[in-house]
C-alpha cells in the first residue's frame, strides 16, 4: 500500500535536521548516528522504488528514533516520538514512530521489546496501530532499522544479533525476525536486486574488515 501523505505531514529536510539536533542535544547518543543511517538507507531503496519519495524517505529516517528526545526509555521511545510529531503537526513521522516498534503476527500488532510507558499509553498504541494499514514508507523504515547500526549499514542478522543482545528475546523475537527478511524480500521483488547492493560497506562493518 502507498501512503499519500500531504506536504505538510512531515519537515523539511532542514526542519529535520534541526528536530534532530535539539533532541541530540538533550540525549546524546549513538542513536543519533543509528538515525543518519536509517535515513540513508532509506534514501538510496527508495530511489530505486517506485512511488516513493527518497527526500521523504530519509526525513523519516532521521526522526524514526526521535521520541528518545525524551530520554533513555525502551520501546517508551515510540510513543513519545508519536506524541512529539503530533505536537509539531507531522502526522506521517508520528506515524512512522510507532510502526517501526511493532509488526503484525497472527493478526495481531505486537509492540516489541520491553514496554515502559503507561498501559493507557500501550492501549493507544496497539489500537492506532491495528487501525491502520502498513504502507511501503512504514516497511522501508522498519528494514532500514535492522540494516544500519551506529557505524554504518550491517547484514540483517547482524543487527538482531545486537538487538538481541541488548533487549533480549521472547516469544515474539522469531516471528519479528520472519517480517523483517519478508519485508527485505518486498523490497528486492520491486527493485529487482539485492538491497546490499545499494548500501556502501556491509561487507566491511558486518565483518570487521
Excluded at 535539539?22 to 532509506?42: D, I, Q
Excluded at 492501549?123 to 516497511?139: C, H, M, P, Q, V
Excluded at 528494514?143 to 516469544?171: H, M, Q, T, W
Excluded at 547492493?197 to 558486518?206: A, G, R
Aim: glycine content about 8%.
Amino acid at each position: 500500500m502507498q501512503y499519500h501523505y500531504k506536504k505538510e505531514d512531515v519537515p523539511s529536510l532542514e526542519e529535520a535536521k534541526l528536530i534532530l539536533k535539539e533532541a541530540e542535544e538533550l540525549n546524546p547518543g549513538p542513536w543519533v548516528m543509528h538515525s543518519m543511517y536509517v535515513a540513508e538507507g532509506a534514501k538510496l531503496i527508495a530511489e530505486q522504488t517506485e512511488n516513493l519519495n527518497s527526500e521523504v524517505a530519509y526525513i523519516l529516517g532521521m526522526l524514526h528514533d526521535i521520541g528518545r528526545r525524551e530520554g533513555i526509555h525502551a520501546m517508551r521511545h515510540g510513543i513519545d516520538g508519536y506524541k512529539y510529531a503530533i505536537s509539531k503537526g507531522y502526522d506521517l513521522v508520528a506515524r512512522i514512530c510507532l510502526r517501526h516498534t511493532s509488526f503484525r503476527h497472527n493478526d495481531e500488532v505486537v509492540i516489541v521489546g520491553k514496554w515502559d510507558g503507561t498501559v493507557e499509553e500501550y492501549n493507544f498504541a496497539k489500537d492506532y496501530l491495528s487501525r491502520i494499514e502498513e504502507s511501503d514508507y512504514d516497511r522501508l523504515i522498519k528494514l532500514c532499522d535492522y540494516l544500519s547500526l551506529p557505524n554504518g549499514f550491517v547484514l540483517i542478522e547482524k543487527r538482531i544479533v545486537d538487538i538481541a543482545l541488548r533487549g533480549g528475546s521472547n516469544e515474539y523475537t522469531i516471528p519479528r525476525w520472519k517480517s523483517t527478511f519478508k519485508i527485505k524480500e518486498y523490497f528486492e521483488e520491486k527493485i529487482g536486486k539485492s538491497i546490499y547492493s545499494l548500501l556502501p560497506n556491509v561487507k566491511e562493518n558486518t565483518f570487521g574488515f
